[in-house]
């Protein structure tokens, strides 16, 4: 795992925390929770290979599991939300992709849920706060994007 200096931001343990093997005591993943008003709670896990975010939005009850496309890019649930993409070379293409894949699956659980979109501003908000709480999570765990 790369190197992460959590200077200047002061996060607590429920913010940022390490997970390590039991046995060997090799860590095996970070993990970031970012939470605040106005935005979903939002917790992103580091591993060697891969990024995995869970958006959780209160009053989310989807009436379906996930289809092919979805499965495609990445959605592992829609309740809760929940994304997952392999890390690549180019880090920010995967980055990227983790946002893209959790307003996509927020948007699908949302739909399931109301049977609406929103309209063009519920869309909008929508896009606007997920991925606000997928990018501070990603900062939290030193994620540059």
């Known amino acids: 795992m790369d ?12 913010q940022f925390f390490i997970t390590t093997d039991p046995k060997t005591g090799v860590e095996v993943s970070r993990t970031a929770v970012f939470d605040c008003d106005g935005t979903p709670r939002t917790t992103i896990t580091k591993t ?5 975010a869970i958006v959780e939005v209160t009053g989310l ?13 990445g959605i592992t ?6 994304v997952t ?3 690549q070379r180019d880090a920010s293409k995967s980055l990227r992709a983790l946002i893209d894949g959790a307003v996509r ?11 609406e979109t929103g309209g063009p501003g ?11 709480g997928v990018r501070n999570a990603l900062r939290y765990l030193g994620e540059e994007i």
């Open 3 to 14: 190197d992460l200096s959590l200077g200047p931001l002061n996060l607590t343990p429920e």
């Open 105 to 115: 699956a927020v948007m699908a659980s949302a739909t399931s849920t109301t049977g």
């Open 48 to 52: 060697a290979t891969a990024y995995t």
């Open 77 to 82: 649930s829609l309740d809760p939300p929940t």
């Open 85 to 87: 993409v392999r890390r």
């Open 61 to 73: 009850a989807p009436t379906r599991g996930t289809n092919a496309d979805e499965r495609a890019v």
């Open 122 to 132: 519920g869309l909008i908000l929508t896009v606007c706060h997920v991925t606000r």
